[in-house]
């Protein structure tokens, strides 16, 4: 707690105090002193003022790349929902007529089994069809937990504070 002492500030008028007042050099001194003091506190005072506008610049732009590369993600989202929609409606039941009727062809010797790669024509067949059903169970199973994510949302408080439901549970 601050505590005036005589010689703190100069009395306006000299005759209300018993002891007399230290003038002139002292009074000066004392007086410059506070001077550069203040200015001291004036240049720390813009320093922060000038630092604090640099972060807020610099929040300014984080949250606009936020944004920007929410909306890029959003609209890479639909691309690849548009491309496996045209896979599923178009390539894939193509490719499945091929990877049956290509066996039924060779079978009826009308189709050489034989290609330039080092496996059949029935086994490539095979393959893309066995491939293709554990593709379509994997992708079920990755909608599945994608929905599950999406039902628990981010908390509003964690969203604040820049955590979202995951980063959250790997640090409690």
Known sequence: MYQQNDRDFPPLNGNNVSRQWIGGNDFEKRLE?????????GN?????????????????TIQNMVIDHKHLFEVHQMNI??????????VIPVC????????????KQILDDK???????????????????LTWKKSSENKD?????????????????GMDVKTSANND
């Not at 929902?81 to 178009?90: A, G, K, P, Y």
């Not at 080092?118 to 491939?131: H, M, N, V, W, Y």
């Open 33 to 41: 002193e506070m001077e550069m003091k203040v200015d001291r506190m």
């Open 44 to 60: 720390q005072l813009e320093r922060m003022i000038h630092t604090t506008r640099k972060i807020v610049e610099q929040q300014e």
């Open 81 to 90: 929902s548009l491309l496996q929609d045209f896979v599923n409606v178009h």
């Open 96 to 107: 499945q007529v091929i990877a049956v009727v290509v066996p039924l062809l060779v079978e």
């Open 115 to 133: 290609s330039v790669s080092s496996q059949s024509l029935t086994a490539i067949c095979f393959k893309f069809l066995t491939d293709h059903e």
């Open 145 to 161: 937990k994608e929905r599950e994510i999406q039902q628990e949302g981010v908390h509003p408080e964690r969203l604040e504070a």
